[in-house]
């Protein structure tokens, strides 16, 4: 596993190219290697699978980018987070479907996806203000992670360029979660109170 982040942002920028240059099928370290102008043995000892993770991190991190109204509801608050995503992702549209073709047809991949998704939702949890550690965190994160699937599902198909799709599915998945499972999940937790400034 890569950790060093230059190198992170690099090996995804690479894929992403090569991805919506349609070169994604075809594939290989070395020619992420190239793309990215560096010498393969900085990638050691990543994978394709390894350049995929890199360029969701990337969209993970988007979500921090703005500010969260703390006085909004827990749903409000994970809504526009995990908009700030979907919005990252568009500009990169080609390219992610390109790597996520055939992806319904390999268990490992789809696993693997899954798990990109409950890493987004940890996060996510995070910069709303909930728990995401300990089992109840882990199961947020795992309900979470299923309704970033299946609004991701929705955005493929949303090529209108206004996310109604996208928007409309998360609203509606959002709901549902807090419809049914309420305090667990998180929705019905108020924001703390700001502590007064001293005089």
């Not at 055939?102 to 203000?129: E, F, I, N, S």
């Not at 049914?180 to 001293?198: I, L, S, V, W, Y």
Request: proline share 5%.
């Amino acid at each position: 596993m890569l950790t060093d982040p230059a190198l992170r942002e690099a090996l995804a920028r690479a894929a992403l190219g090569l991805a919506a240059a349609g070169q994604w099928r075809e594939a290989t370290l070395a020619a992420l290697a190239k793309a990215a102008d560096r010498p393969l043995a900085d990638f050691y000892p990543a994978s394709l699978s390894d350049a995929v993770d890199c360029a969701e991190e990337a969209f993970d991190r988007a979500m921090a980018e703005g500010e969260i109204d703390p006085a909004s509801s827990v749903r409000d608050r994970l809504f526009d987070l995990l908009m700030r995503r979907f919005e990252a992702m568009e500009p990169h549209r080609a390219a992610i479907l390109a790597m996520e073709k055939g992806l319904d047809r390999d268990p490992v991949a789809m696993g693997a996806a899954h798990q990109r998704h409950v890493r987004a939702a940890r996060w996510a949890l995070t910069l709303a203000g909930l728990e995401a550690d300990g089992m109840s965190g882990a199961a947020r994160a795992q309900g979470l992670a299923m309704i970033i699937g299946q609004t991701r599902a929705a955005w493929r198909l949303d090529d209108a360029g206004d996310f109604a799709k996208t928007m409309a599915a998360l609203d509606k998945n959002l709901r549902r979660a807090e419809e049914t499972f309420g305090r667990f999940a998180g929705f019905e937790k108020k924001p703390k109170p700001e502590e007064p400034a001293p005089s």
